[in-house]
C-alpha cells in the first residue's frame, strides 16, 4: 500500500507546488496551451497583459542596436592621426567626401579610396565592441595607432585603431583606405 500512495503522494505535492506559481494561484497551464496564444487570451478576457505576457514574447536580438555594415551616402569630415610608433611623431590627414567623391579640403594621401570606402560601408568608423568571449590571435602587427574623429553621413565618430592583436589587425585592415596607411606587418 505504500508503495502506490508514494506516487500518488508526489503528484499532489507537485500540482499544489504549480498553483501556487500559477498566476492567479489557478492551475498552471499545460505545455500546449503556453505561449503567445494563451498570453493573448488571457490579455484580452481581462482588458490588462497578464504577469506572463512579457515572457512570451522573444527577445530583441542584440545586433538590432548595432550599427549595420552597408551602402552610406559618402558625406564625411574626418580627422585623421596616425603614429607609427609610441611617442613618435603622428601624420595627421584631413578626409572630407561628399557622396563618395573627395573634396578640394582632403589632405589625403588615397582620398578617392577613403570616400569609395566610406559610401560602400558607413559602419567602418564604428565598429561593433569586440565581444568578451571572442578569440583574437596572439600576434603584433606593429606599434601604430590611429584615431579618427569627425563625421560620417551626420553621425558623430570617434575611432581608434591599432595592431596589438588579430581581431585589431583585421579592423586596421578592414578601414585602411579610410586609416590612409597599412600599418606595420598588416
Known amino acids: ?3 502506490t500512495l508514494t506516487p500518488t503522494l508526489l503528484a499532489l505535492i507537485t500540482a499544489a507546488g504549480l498553483a501556487a506559481c500559477s498566476p492567479a494561484g489557478g492551475p498552471a497551464p499545460s505545455a500546449s496551451t503556453t505561449g503567445t496564444a494563451s498570453a493573448s487570451a488571457s490579455a484580452s478576457s481581462t482588458g490588462t497583459p ?5 515572457t512570451t514574447a522573444p527577445a530583441p536580438s542584440p545586433s538590432a542596436a548595432a550599427p549595420t555594415a552597408g551602402p552610406g551616402q559618402g558625406n564625411a569630415e574626418l580627422a585623421i592621426m596616425v603614429t607609427s610608433a609610441e611617442g613618435g611623431k603622428a601624420t595627421n590627414y584631413t578626409l572630407v567626401c561628399q ?5 578640394a579640403e582632403s589632405q589625403h594621401p588615397t582620398a578617392a579610396a577613403g ?3 566610406l559610401k560602400e560601408n558607413a559602419a567602418l568608423l564604428s565598429p561593433e565592441p569586440r565581444p568578451t568571449d ?3 590571435t596572439q600576434q603584433y602587427g606593429g606599434p601604430e ?3 579618427v ?7 558623430a565618430v570617434e575611432a581608434r585603431f591599432s595592431l596589438r592583436d ?7 585592415k578592414a578601414a585602411k583606405d579610410i586609416l590612409g596607411s597599412t600599418g606595420g606587418a598588416v
Do not use: F, H, L, Y
Open 99 to 103: 557622396n563618395g567623391i573627395p573634396a
Open 115 to 117: 570616400c569609395a570606402a
Open 166 to 172: 588579430g581581431c585589431e589587425i583585421a579592423q586596421w
Open 134 to 136: 571572442k578569440a583574437c
Open 145 to 147: 595607432e590611429a584615431t
Open 149 to 155: 574623429t569627425g563625421s560620417v553621413d551626420g553621425k
Open 50 to 54: 497578464s504577469a506572463d505576457a512579457e
Open 1 to 3: 500500500m505504500r508503495k
